[in-house]
């Protein structure tokens, strides 16, 4: 028996970060306790109706657009394996619109230095607009809730609701886990935080520059348009899924209020109209005031890429060791403590459907020291270490 199998996890947060986690544990058959403080899953960043998966790229190679294309990969995979499309509302096909010089220039020639192959991606004109398009046939609109519920049943732990966790500390003695929710305490070998923006209750993340990102999208009845695909602008508008669309999306990362800004329905169905004139033939007849909205919250990292691995212990750190003294001769090495069993899966910005999946696994493995198939430099991009180490070059650690 693997020596990791007789252990217990938790798992902080059921949104699409927590449930990927909970999924990946499933492999290693690692006995698993889901916490979430609200009634049910997805209920925060991960509750929109609708959301689209597509890789992020760019016009050469960068570590995100390799993770990002190898964790869309990724995602199709256990699509298809887990045979997800049975369960989850889901449209196939995403245009992406390819509508100045710059943007042709950049996403032809990923293609090209990313290695795409038709089937994942491939240049098109978006029928509506007939405007130059990326096309990714096999990219998707979900929804999100389902997606993530899905996980959770697929991976199956213990689920406990209606429970938030309040503080955690590791046991000198033995090296376990001790997390106190509000109803009870928790011992367990491995501890999981997808928090999403609430990490910042959490005082041993609170060095993480992350970020609150407010978003709001628009529901559209689905009868409105009669576009078959998603399309994405800078904005998008998505295929339909039970009964509407979804217009998304504004964000905001200085004010935070959750109530609907009216204006900023009509910028979005401005802008839309701008792009794509030729989607409806009486725009000015339509009462955007009465469609609903969703305003919710979701992370962003200083440099936007998700935070994934180990969770350092930012109160051991030796700040006396200063990088400006790093080549002198006897100079002390500035080492990372770490909590040993303690992982992080956050920041994942406006792409966490695509990169939960793989993150989660990445992140699993880390924790677990199993072996897997991805180059260090994408592990090592994704470490939260990377902001003490800058933080510590830049003489910032205190
Ligand atoms: C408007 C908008 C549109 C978006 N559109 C897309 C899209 O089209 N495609 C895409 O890929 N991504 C999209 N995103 C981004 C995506 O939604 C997020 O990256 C993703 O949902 C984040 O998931 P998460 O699990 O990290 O966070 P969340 O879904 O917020 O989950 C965190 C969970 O942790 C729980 N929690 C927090 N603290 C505690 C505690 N102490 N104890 C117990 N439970 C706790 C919360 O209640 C919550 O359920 C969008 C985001 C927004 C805001």
Redesign the pocket.
């Known amino acids: 028996m693997n020596p990791s199998q007789s252990k217990t996890a938790l798992v902080?947060?059921?949104?699409?970060?927590?449930?990927?986690v909970c999924y990946a544990l499933s492999k290693q058959n690692i006995k698993t306790i889901l916490?979430?403080?609200?009634s049910s899953?997805?209920?925060?960043?991960?509750?929109?109706p609708?959301?689209?998966?597509?890789p992020f790229l760019t016009k050469h190679k960068t570590l995100e657009s390799e993770f990002s294309l190898l964790a869309y990969q990724y995602f199709l995979e256990l699509w298809e394996s887990l045979d997800l499309g049975k369960r989850v509302p889901h449209v196939d096909g995403i245009h992406f619109l390819l509508d100045s010089t710059s943007a042709y220039d950049r996403y032809s020639h990923s293609l090209h230095s990313h290695h795409i192959p038709e089937t994942l991606a491939c240049l098109s004109k978006e029928p509506n607009s007939n405007l130059d398009a990326l096309l990714f046939p096999k990219g998707k609109?979900?929804s999100?809730v389902f997606l993530?519920k899905e996980l959770i049943r697929i991976a199956n732990p213990m689920e406990h609701y209606n429970?938030?966790?309040?503080s955690w500390e590791v046991n000198e003695e033995n090296g376990n886990l001790i997390c106190h929710?509000e109803k009870e305490i928790l011992y367990v070998d491995y501890l999981f935080l997808?928090?999403?923006?609430?990490?910042v209750?959490?005082p041993k993340l609170q060095w993480i520059p992350m970020k609150q990102?407010?978003?709001?999208?628009v529901r559209i009845p689905s009868s409105i348009f009669q576009n078959q695909f998603s399309i994405l602008y800078g904005d998008?508008l998505?295929a339909e899924i039970g009964g509407e669309r979804?217009l998304?999306?504004?964000?905001d990362e200085f004010h935070l209020e959750e109530e609907t800004r009216q204006k900023e329905t009509f910028d979005l169905w401005n802008g839309l109209q701008t792009k794509l004139p030729n989607l409806l033939p009486n725009w000015k007849e339509i009462e955007i005031q009465n469609f609903g909205t969703?305003?919710?919250?979701?992370?962003q990292s200083q440099d936007r890429h998700p935070v994934v691995g180990k969770l350092p212990n930012h109160s051991l750190l030796d700040t006396s060791v200063k990088y400006q003294n790093l080549f002198r001769k006897n100079a002390k090495t500035f080492q990372i403590p770490y909590y040993e069993t303690v992982g992080i899966?956050?920041?994942?910005?406006?792409?966490?459907?695509?990169?939960?999946l793989l993150a989660a696994e990445i992140l699993v493995c880390d924790l677990l020291s199993q072996k897997l198939e991805i180059s260090d430099t994408i592990k090592k991009a994704l470490k939260p270490d990377r902001f003490l180490l800058r933080k510590w070059k830049r003489d910032e650690l205190t």
């Open positions: 902080v947060g059921a949104g699409i970060a927590g449930a990927s916490l979430e403080q609200e899953a997805a209920e925060k960043a991960s509750g929109n609708i959301g689209v998966v597509y609109a979900v999100p993530t429970s938030k966790l309040i929710t997808a928090q999403g923006y609430q990490f209750m959490d990102v407010r978003g709001q999208i998008y998505t979804v998304g999306a504004s964000f969703r305003v919710s919250f979701r992370t899966l956050n920041g994942l910005g406006s792409r966490g459907l695509t990169h939960a």
